[in-house]
């Protein structure tokens, strides 16, 4: 049997990917919209990310696993087969992720840095646009990648102990 080794093969796997993804996602947006929002980096603003970084890896896991992941998954169905490739099928994954969790987290971002005012929806209009561009690049490029590539090292040591056990059993 032939499995695929860079994708989860159940639900633990499933949420130590998605674990790997929402936590490199969340510490590098949390970091550049504060950076970009304070124009300036130092010990402060390094506490500040700190504080912040827990709260939007759980939102976000919360927000992908519960809805966003799910209307991805069916959004890159409608858009690939069974028969395109691996690369295809991801990039359309990717791409309606980073849409739905860009646009959530960049509202939801703005609230628990500044809490709710009237400028709220005026600095989703300006900072969502970038946010997409730079979280799609970032995913496509780094974070995906990063979590694959420990799928492949997970997938390796557990196929790794199966031929071990096999030897020992004969």
């Known amino acids: 049997m032939n499995l695929e080794t860079r994708l989860p093969r159940n639900g633990k796997e499933g949420a130590l990917y998605g674990l790997i993804i929402c ?11 504060t950076i970009l929002a304070v124009k300036n980096f130092n010990g402060d603003v390094a506490i500040s990310i700190l504080k912040m970084f827990p709260i939007m890896v759980v939102i976000a896991i919360i927000l992908e696993a519960v809805v966003i992941g799910r209307i991805a998954e069916k959004l890159a169905h409608k858009f690939t087969k069974p028969t395109d ?14 849409i739905g969790m860009s646009a959530c987290m960049t509202l939801i971002g703005n609230a628990v840095a500044e809490g709710f005012s009237s400028e709220i929806f005026s600095n989703w ?11 799609l690049a ?7 990648p990063i979590a694959r590539f420990a799928m492949v090292k997970l997938h390796a040591s557990q196929d790794k102990k199966i031929k071990t056990a096999d030897l020992n059993v004969n």
């Open 23 to 33: 936590a490199l996602t969340a510490l590098f947006m949390t970091s550049l919209s």
């Open 85 to 98: 490739s691996f690369n295809a099928q991801i990039l359309f994954r990717i791409l309606f992720t980073v």
């Open 125 to 135: 209009v300006t900072n969502w646009p970038r946010n997409f561009i730079i979280v």
């Open 138 to 144: 970032a995913e496509s490029i780094v974070i995906q």
